[in-house]
C-alpha cells in the first residue's frame, strides 16, 4: 500500500489526531463509563461495513470483560488492519525524524515497535509498566475527561484497542490504537513525561468545578496533547496528537507559536476540527518539565 499524503485532502489528514476525550467537558450529557461502546456515525469509514463492526463489537468485549491487573487479551486484528499499521508506520517514521523532541525518540527507541504488525497492548505494557510503572487498561470506546483524566492519577491510561478502517490509513474520526500507543504509549514510557501524566490526574481529583476541570483540559491540550519545545534551534514535538500524525507533524511549522504561559493556555479556545493553528511552545524539555510540574502541583 502506497501513501502519498499530499494526494490525501485535508479533511482527510487532520481528524486522525483529535482526542474527542478532551472536548466534551461542558457537555449535560450523561457521563459515559469506561465500558461505553462507541456507536459509529453513518459518516464514519467502517459504518457500511459489517465485518469490521463485528470486529469493533468483538474488541469492545476484551474491553467489557477485562479485569484491570490481568494481561489484555489480543485484539484480533485482520492482515488488511495490519497494513493500515505499515502504512501509517511509513508516513511518521520520517516525520519522527524531523519534528520529534528527543525525550520522544528515546522512549520510542525502548518501546522498538514491529513496522509491520500493531503491537498487542500486552506487549507495549509489559515495557512501559518496567519503565514508569504506568499500564494501559482497555476500554470499549471514549471515556468523558474527568473518568479519562482522574484514571491518569493512579497511573492508568484507559486505552483504546481498535483500529481506524483500512480504506483511510491516515484519517480515523476518533482516537483509535494508534494514537493511543503512538502518541500516549511512547511517551508514558518516558519517566517525566509519565509523571506529568500522573499530575493532571492529581490535580484533576482536586477540582470540583466544571470551569475548572475545563480549564486543565485545556492545559492538558496544549501540553500533553499538542505541545512543542525548542530543541538545538529547531521546534520539536512532545504532544501525543502530534507524534501520532504525520500531517499535523508537517503542519506543525505553519502554526502561530504563543510563550509556555499556562495559565492562558488554561483560557484559549480550541477547533478540534481543523490542524492546530496555535501552539504554545517551551523553550526547552527541561522548561516545559518544571513549568507544567508546578503548575499542576499549584492547582
Ligand atoms: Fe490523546
Not at 502519498?4 to 457521563?31: F, N
Request: proline share 6%; net charge negative.
Amino acid at each position: 500500500m502506497t501513501i502519498e499524503i499530499e494526494s490525501k485532502t485535508r479533511q482527510q489528514l487532520l481528524s486522525d489526531h483529535v482526542d474527542a476525550r478532551m472536548i466534551a467537558v461542558d457537555t449535560d450529557e450523561p457521563v459515559a463509563d469506561r465500558n461505553t461502546i462507541v456507536q459509529l456515525d453513518p459518516d464514519h469509514p467502517g459504518f457500511r461495513d459489517q465485518d469490521y463492526r463485528a470486529r469493533r463489537n468483538q474488541i469492545a468485549q476484551i474491553a467489557m470483560q477485562y479485569q484491570p491487573g490481568n494481561p489484555i487479551p489480543d485484539a484480533p486484528y485482520t492482515d488488511e488492519e495490519h497494513q493500515v499499521w505499515r502504512a501509517i508506520w511509513q508516513a511518521l517514521r520520517p516525520a519522527h525524524q524531523r519534528h520529534a523532541c528527543a525525550e520522544y525518540l528515546s522512549s520510542l527507541g525502548q518501546l522498538s515497535f514491529s513496522p509491520d504488525r500493531i503491537p498487542q497492548l500486552r506487549e507495549v505494557n509489559q515495557k512501559v509498566q518496567a519503565i514508569s510503572g504506568f499500564r494501559l487498561e482497555p476500554v470499549a470506546g471514549l471515556v468523558q475527561p474527568r473518568v479519562f483524566l482522574e484514571n491518569l492519577a493512579d497511573g492508568v491510561f484507559l486505552c483504546t484497542q481498535y483500529i481506524r478502517h483500512h480504506s483511510t490509513p491516515l484519517y480515523t474520526p476518533e482516537p483509535d490504537v494508534v494514537h493511543e500507543i503512538v502518541g500516549h504509549g511512547v511517551t508514558l514510557a518516558s519517566e517525566r513525561l509519565a509523571e506529568l501524566n500522573r499530575l493532571f490526574g492529581k490535580a484533576v481529583k482536586r477540582t470540583a468545578s466544571a470551569e475548572a476541570l475545563e480549564r486543565l483540559s485545556r492545559v492538558y491540550w496544549f501540553t500533553v496533547e499538542f505541545g512543542v519545545l525548542r530543541e538545538g534551534g529547531e521546534v520539536k514535538a512532545y504532544g501525543t496528537g502530534l507524534l501520532s500524525s504525520a500531517g499535523e507533524l508537517e503542519e506543525m511549522a505553519d502554526a502561530e507559536l504563543r510563550p509556555f504561559d499556562l495559565d492562558t493556555a488554561s483560557r484559549c479556545e480550541y477547533d478540534p476540527t481543523h490542524f492546530q493553528p496555535v501552539l504554545f511552545c517551551a523553550d526547552s524539555f527541561e522548561q516545559m518539565y518544571r513549568m507544567l510540574k508546578e503548575y499542576l502541583t499549584e492547582w
